[in-house]
């Protein structure tokens, strides 16, 4: 049990020496680093089709499932690396390289089960998690077929480069982070820009930049270390006593995933709350997905930090209880918030100065632009709206109007965009700090018990927000930013609940000691 007092908060909070903080900072800036240049994937991808009328609303509506993919491969690595952890740490590589077959043939079968679904009735994927919009459905659909083949790949990758991260060989993983980035701009750059094909073929970047990613991991992890190489024929050779150590925890692993689900599904809420038109003004035709799928980019690059917490607590706290270690485990449990939290702030900085660069420029709001001149110069449109608008403006002209409700839509999009993510960048080190708890209760095996937690604080979460967007909203319409905030601030809550578990649950425990091979 642990005892939590306001004296020295701040002391036993953070890094006690200067070894100890570069210790962590030589750990952790690595994993920092490749988990932006990952987002960076993702970015690109998004920034890339920008200027392509209804390319963000099309890549937003989706990846809304790869998103919900991505929750269970990050849900479930979470919590199995603290068993990677005490493994590599009492050096039982038998029972870790089980434990990493088992990972990855879990990770294929929920693939799989993606997958089919893609190929059986796409249309139908679409119109599930996004409001009716034709002018995207179209690209959404090929796009969506197009990236169902790169889940395969992301379900061994999770698996190789959170090795390498869990094993303290974090610059490795860099090294197949920077590869992965620099193969996907080449060919989005080709398809997109070369090839003048539509958003849909952002997909293909994203398929090679995985095949390289893989291909360097596996030599990273050959080269430096054949204890933890992921040899394909170990994938065969699991024994009954791992078996039932990961199976054990598979409970765990469901309720987790089950709270951790929510966090997609939120996109789908905001886009019934706010469907194309409602942000801004009508005629802009500006929705959640075209500005919020942007605030989510920004959100996964400069919340990097969250992908060092389980990598961290794996490493110097997990590998310790497996030695035994319990005083020095605690130790750097409680360093490892505070550490989190604070090399978060800065990034929440950058992020800060990066929207603020985003909106004095008008930068990522060309696709917004377009779409209103291409959709007002049509003969289909109302007129009856440009006749509005001219009055509004004071202006005759209709190419003029038309070029001013463009630039107004623009401006709109950059607007929300820099305040939402504004508000990403406040809540970023309450998210470290309680990501970095949820992974030391686990640390110890305690799986279930850091499951059921996330399961309940997420889902109050989002009934919180199914309250803004089916209750508050409509009575009030309050803006997107507005109930952006009110939103967010549950984060609070959930950091109280994390802390509450931790501290009234026993969670120092070395499960080698029982699963000795």
């Known amino acids: 049990m642990e005892n939590i007092t306001s004296k020295n908060f701040f ?3 953070l890094p006690a020496d200067k070894q100890t903080w570069k210790l962590f900072l030589k750990m952790t800036i690595p994993v920092v680093i490749g988990e932006l240049i990952f987002a960076l994937i993702g970015f690109v991808d998004n920034f890339m089709v920008t200027h392509i009328p209804n390319g963000i609303n099309a ?7 790869t998103g919900i993919l991505m929750i269970f491969f990050m849900t479930i690595n979470i919590l ?20 990493m077959a088992l990972r990855v043939w879990t990770y294929l079968i929920i693939a799989t089960a993606f997958f089919i679904p893609v190929w059986v009735a796409p249309e139908k994927m679409i119109t599930i998690v996004a409001p009716l919009d034709d002018a995207s459905l179209e690209s959404s659909v090929k796009y969506l077929q197009y990236i169902s083949f790169s889940w395969f790949g992301l379900a061994i990758a999770w698996n190789t480069n959170g090795l390498l991260n869990e094993a303290g060989k974090s610059k490795f993983a860099l090294f197949s982070a920077i590869g992965a980035l620099l193969s996907n701009i080449t060919i989005n750059a080709i398809f997109i820009y070369g090839l003048k094909q539509g958003a849909e073929s952002a997909a293909f970047g994203t398929i090679i930049s995985l095949a390289v990613n893989i291909t360097l991991d596996e030599i990273w992890m050959y080269w430096q270390d054949k204890n933890i190489w992921i040899n394909p024929k170990n994938l065969f050779k699991i024994t009954n006593k791992i078996f039932k150590v990961y199976a054990k925890r598979i409970f765990a692993f469901g309720v987790a995933i089950g709270g951790m689900i929510v966090i997609p599904m939120r996109m789908f809420l905001w886009n019934r709350a706010y469907p194309p038109g409602s942000v801004g003004e009508d005629y802009m035709r500006l929705s959640a997905a075209s500005v919020l799928t942007l605030t989510e980019s920004l959100a996964s690059i400069f919340s990097a930090t969250t992908a060092a917490c389980g990598a961290n607590v794996s490493v110097f706290v997990a590998s310790q209880l497996g030695k035994g270690n319990f005083d020095l485990a605690q130790k750097n449990a409680k360093s490892l918030k505070g550490f989190h ?14 929207s603020l660069i985003i909106y004095m420029t008008g930068a990522l709001s060309n696709g917004s632009q377009t779409e209103v001149m291409e959709r007002m110069s049509s003969v289909d449109f109302d007129q009856s709206i440009i006749s509005a608008l001219s009055v509004e403006f004071n202006i005759t002209d209709k190419q003029l109007i038309i070029e001013k409700a463009a630039a107004n839509a623009a ?3 950059v607007l ?24 030391v209760i686990s640390s ?23 309250l803004i967007a089916f209750v508050i909203v409509p009575r009030s319409h309050i803006s997107l930013p507005i109930a952006y905030v009110l939103f967010y601030l549950f984060d609070i809550i959930r950091l109280i609940i994390y802390e509450i578990v931790q501290y009234k649950f026993n969670w120092l ?4 000691q029982t699963h000795k091979s």
Do not use: D
């Not at 937003?60 to 499932?65: E, G, L, V």
């Not at 199995?80 to 434990?99: C, D, R, T």
């Not at 425990?509 to 080698?512: A, D």
């Open 11 to 13: 002391k036993t909070h």
């Open 59 to 65: 890549l937003s509506y989706a990846n809304t499932w």
């Open 80 to 99: 199995a690396s603290m068993l990677v952890g005490q493994y590599y740490g009492s050096k039982q590589y038998s029972n870790l390289n089980q434990i």
């Open 341 to 354: 939290s604070l090399l978060s702030l800065f990034f929440s900085l950058l992020l800060v100065a990066f």
């Open 411 to 413: 401006n709109q999009s």
């Open 416 to 439: 929300v965009l820099l305040t939402t993510s504004l508000v990403i960048a406040a809540v970023n080190p309450l998210w470290n700090w309680f990501y970095t708890t949820s992974a």
């Open 444 to 466: 110890g095996g305690r799986t279930t018990l850091s499951g059921v937690t996330t399961y309940i604080s997420q889902w109050a979460h989002l009934l919180w927000l199914i």
């Open 509 to 512: 425990i070395n499960i080698t």
